[in-house]
């Protein structure tokens, strides 16, 4: 009865060991990446898992403005019907400045420049869902705007779902989400425009960078 009692008791020790000595499954029965020195664990956030799987993008826009005051630029994009779109926004300026996100916008079709969206994967051959303001929408593609086009675009904003000063020579400044801030989901079938605008009558060198990811 000893001898027994004694088996049964290194069995509860030692299946635990055998069991849970390498890395425990994932879905579909792959092992899991362990940390070496903690055993923990290793997982990477949502956004930076669509980076991996392909399914993340991103533009950037960059222009000089004249010394006057309320000049915009922007880049727009119209988000499909099919997909949601993570949004993360950021601006900056090289002078007083401020930052719009406009949301349904009325703006004139075919007006300002078509503008490449890259897999932020660049292994991967996905492209993008979005599109661009051509007379026919180009898939794959977003708008970017000078002061003049936006002024020949006979723009306005619709729904402004952000806006806030920049301060002269900052750092990029963000809207949406990253580690720290909630992300912006937007709406599907929907027109969106991410604007610089001048504060005072200075050049101004505005940037306007989109990083986003795209999930049925």
């Given at each position: 009865?000893?001898?027994?009692?004694?088996?049964?008791?290194?069995?509860?020790?030692?299946?635990?060991?055998?069991?849970?000595?390498?890395?425990?499954?994932?879905?579909?029965?792959?092992?899991?990446t362990k940390d070496p020195d903690v055993g923990g664990i290793?997982?990477?956030?949502?956004?930076?898992?669509?980076?991996?799987?392909?399914?993340?993008?991103?533009?950037?826009?960059?222009?000089?403005t004249a010394a006057t005051d309320d000049l915009q630029t922007a880049i727009y994009l119209k988000t499909p019907t099919?997909?949601?779109i993570?949004?993360?926004?950021?601006?900056?300026?090289?002078?007083?400045g401020?930052?719009?996100?406009?949301?349904?916008?009325?703006?004139?079709?075919?007006?300002?420049?078509?503008?490449?969206?890259?897999n932020r994967n660049r292994n991967s051959l996905n492209t993008s869902t979005v599109f661009d303001n051509a007379t026919v929408p180009v898939v794959n593609k977003v708008?970017?705007?000078?002061?003049?086009?936006?002024?020949?675009?006979?723009?306005?904003?619709g729904t402004e779902i952000e806006h806030?000063?920049?301060?002269a020579a900052a750092v990029p400044k963000q809207a949406g989400g990253n580690a720290e801030r909630g992300e912006i989901i937007l709406k599907k079938n929907t027109e969106y425009l991410f604007m610089d605008q001048n504060i005072g009558a200075n050049a101004n060198t505005h940037?306007?960078?989109?990083?986003w990811y795209e999930i049925e």
């Open positions: 009865m000893k001898i027994k009692s004694i088996l049964i008791l290194a069995a509860f020790i030692l299946i635990p060991i055998l069991v849970f000595s390498g890395s425990p499954p994932g879905p579909g029965g792959q092992n899991l290793v997982t990477i956030t949502t956004d930076h898992y669509q980076v991996h799987v392909g399914n993340a993008f991103q533009t950037h826009y960059e222009f000089t099919d997909k949601e993570h949004m993360v926004a950021s601006f900056s300026v090289s002078a007083a401020e930052f719009f996100i406009c949301e349904d916008v009325t703006i004139d079709a075919n007006e300002g420049t078509s503008a490449a969206v890259y708008t970017t705007w000078t002061p003049s086009q936006m002024t020949s675009g006979n723009f306005t904003c806030e000063p920049l301060v940037h306007i960078w989109l990083r």
